[in-house]
């Protein structure tokens, strides 16, 4: 079944970076598009970016545009987002997904001072 582990969450102050992974199992990792979301509290789910098989098309929403990066090594089955210059409002639970269906269980990031 498929299985999606989210790691590298945390607290970072304004302005840090942080690097999360999803390790994939369960599928064949290198064939489907992967995805990031996240929720805030109080919100409902935001598509944050997503990469497809082979990892040379990319999409990001508007909020993250510039400041993350999707990454993906089809030999590690795993999946990677960068996020820079973070800000409060990225505070959220982050959720790998296989494409925009299966996610994870999250992993928490919040930015705070």
């Known amino acids: 079944q498929v299985q999606l582990v989210e790691s590298g969450g945390g607290l970072v102050q304004p302005g840090g970076s942080l690097r999360l992974s999803c390790a994939a199992s369960g599928f064949i990792f290198s064939i489907y598009t992967m995805s990031w979301a996240r929720q805030a509290p109080g919100k409902g789910l935001e598509w944050v970016s997503d990469i497809n098989s082979g990892g040379d098309s990319t999409y990001y929403a508007d909020s993250v545009k510039g400041r993350f990066s999707i990454s993906r090594d089809n030999a590690k089955n795993t999946m990677y987002l960068q996020m820079n210059s973070l800000k409060p409002e990225d505070t959220a639970v982050y959720y790998c997904?296989?494409?925009?269906?299966?996610r994870g269980q999250g992993t928490q990031v919040t930015v705070s001072s």
């Open positions: 997904a296989r494409g925009r269906g299966s």
